[in-house]
């Protein structure tokens, strides 16, 4: 019979203690921000809270059911965190669409300030252009390109401001080496060339004149084939790289001639056939 109340006794303690930590529990929960970011479902959360309130128990892990509590602690850290993470996202994407929007606006500046020059022949440098487009405003870049399909060129013109730009309209029609040109609205900027490639020395400068690239060579053409047919045509070839890889099923070479005349030549060549593909000299 003893031990029988014993054992009431010993059981009525466990109750007692377990609604002891039940109600511990219930008080410290009460004390807890309901609207607070870690509690509310992110899709009911508009917009999540930033912060427990000011009166927000620390969690004690072992006062609050040992390794279970700490988990559940665990869970509400790992949820937090992923809200931080998710909004420093939208910052980061807010700052890159900033930066695309100035980006793009700077660009639709310098089109604006652009003209397009075409009909130009090979004797026409980017130093003379500039210098006769300056009369207009003042240059802040001049790119001439070539054009695989026609013995003539076209180049893009900026100018510091809009009104040199239209200005510049007005020379449409002006013969700049042998032939008329033609001067539009610019539909694109000019992309920027990173400096490192750029010649630094006149004598750099010199060779990039001397030099083409060409285009669209058949594989089976040797380094002595296109060596062989730039100077029956062209003049002499003091430097020749005939380069190609696995991927593409063309190749490309940078041929250099001994006199800048050589390379004017060569650049009439385009569409001839090399092998069994016309090439694109540039």
Known sequence: MAAVAEGSASAAAKEVEYQAGVQKLVDLLSKLNPAAKEFVPSAAASPPKKALSADAPVFDYHSIGGANGAADAAFYVGFGNQHRRRGNGYINQGRRRTNDRVRRAEREDSIRRTVYVSELDHTVTEERLADIFATCGQVVDCRICGDPHSVLRFAFIEFSDEEGARTALNLGGTIFGFYPVRVLPSKTAILPVNPKFL???????????????CTNIDKMVTQLDVKKFFEELCGEVSRLRLLG???????????EFVHAEGAIMAL???????????GEPF
């Open 199 to 213: 010649p630094r020395t006149e004598d750099e400068k010199e060779m990039v004149m001397r030099t083409v690239y």
């Open 245 to 255: 890889d696995n991927v593409h099923s063309t190749r490309i070479a940078f041929v």
């Open 268 to 278: 009439n060549c385009s569409g001839m056939i090399l092998g069994t593909l016309p």
